[in-house]
């Protein structure tokens, strides 16, 4: 305690570090700030999934910044497999042609819909889903609620709940072992 007998206040300092998207364009560094921000804040939301330790295997053993590193080392994979880090990519895969607000967008390839969907009002539409920092929220708000309903990160072909196919183990568009991979070499 300070000698007023407050406690001392606790450190909000985030870690800081770069993430493979930025190697080849530096302006992309506010998308590794966002990113840092919403992980630090829900770290322990994430811990708390069954399969936290296929995303690095010593994670649970490891300082709160590298946890954090390890995590956003993970959505910076997702994102490469989902958009090729392109924050302009769409796809209609899953959703109607004439309604752009189902298309799959964006770094992390969200639709508009999926707000309503999964209870996370935020209120983007098409324009506003495709600036990196807001598609990068809405994905991390999305892998929260799937992590306290299901417990779990990786989904596997076959089972209900699945969003992101390149995480879904023995799936047709599967890059899980890929993932985790570039990931340990990033720590």
């Known amino acids: 305690k300070e000698p007023s007998g407050k406690l001392p206040p606790v450190s909000s ?3 800081s570090f770069v993430l493979p998207w930025e190697k080849s364009d530096s302006r992309r560094a506010s998308w590794t700030k966002k990113l840092i921000q919403l992980v630090s804040a ?9 399969d936290i330790t296929k995303i690095f295997p ?6 709160r910044d590298a946890q954090v590193k390890a995590i956003c080392l993970f959505w910076c994979w997702v994102a490469y497999f989902e958009s090729g880090w392109n924050p302009n990519s769409s796809s209609v895969d899953v959703g109607s042609e004439d309604d752009m607000d189902t298309w799959s967008i964006g770094l992390m390839q969200m639709s508009v819909v999926d ?13 506003k889903l ?8 809405l994905a ?18 076959g089972e209900k709940g699945l969003y992101w196919a390149c995480i879904s183990p023995g799936g047709k568009y599967d890059s ?7 990931i340990g070499g990033g720590l």
Request: aromatic fraction near 6%; glycine fraction near 4%.
């Open 140 to 157: 991390h708000k999305i892998m929260i609620k799937q992590i306290a309903s299901r417990g779990k990160i990786f989904i596997p072909k």
């Open 176 to 182: 899980s072992a890929k993932i985790i991979a570039m």
């Open 58 to 63: 010593g994670i649970r053993a490891t300082s």
């Open 115 to 127: 707000q309503e969907s999964y209870h996370v009002p935020m209120g983007l539409d098409y324009k």
């Open 13 to 15: 300092q985030l870690p």
């Open 130 to 137: 495709l600036i990196p920092e807001n598609n990068i929220e």
């Open 42 to 50: 829900d770290l322990d939301k994430y811990m708390i999934a069954q």
